[in-house]
């Protein structure tokens, strides 16, 4: 589960914090995370393989001593804190890298020659998402609209990220406005998971608070003219009167 899950959800933080967030984490520190956690990943499960070769039970917090289990358990012990340490430098990284953004360069529109589609978007990406809806006709769009083949079948490059992303500039794309329901409906959920252990009273009360979130947020209007929309800080999503006139109004409006 830590290998095959949470390493890669550490990858994942690493190659989508700038779409997030608009600047890269630190490469230093994130070559200290890596291996700190690789080291303490094997350090703190490898053993765990040898004590159960040798007979140590599963999920248990103590032991009798003469059995041969303390040197690989300590060893063990000792993988964990390297893991913790390796989280540390993850969450120093998260803090250096946004004090350095301050004052460093743009990161770019494609900063790891990206495939997916949401690399079509700016860096942060914008609220609306996408100005426009892309067109799909293939596996990894964004990576085709950049590269090619020659007559020899060798990949070539024939646009940049600049020629292919969108500027973000989209200002008629409407948002849902913001809604409590959902979270009503999140907070039934940890009732109905502590009455499933405990007492079906709180189930109910979970599943009360679940249909209240579902039904109010089925009915719940999704054009609120008067709701903020992300792209007007007065929350008016509609276009603002223009004082021009047009020519051809000019010439029908009566004179005098």
Known sequence: IFGGSLLGIFAGFYFW??????HLLGEKLGKWNFWLMIIGFNMTFGPMHILGL???????DSYSPGF??????????????VIALGVLMFVINIITSARKARTAPPVGLDPWDARSLEWFTPNPTPAH???DDIQVSSLDEFWHRKYGEDENGRVVRVATAEEVCQDG???????????????ILAAGLPFVAFGLIYTLWFCVLGGILIFMGIYGWIFEPVDDPDGPHGHHDDGDDHDEPSDEVSTETAEEAPVG
């Open 17 to 22: 914090w700038p779409k997030v967030f608009g």
């Open 54 to 60: 040798q007979g140590m039970s599963r999920r248990i």
């Open 68 to 81: 041969g289990f303390e040197f690989w358990n300590m060893f063990a012990s000792i993988g964990s804190f």
């Open 129 to 131: 998402n996408f100005d």
């Open 169 to 183: 500039s989209a200002t008629d794309t409407h948002l849902p406005s913001p809604s409590y329901w959902p979270v």
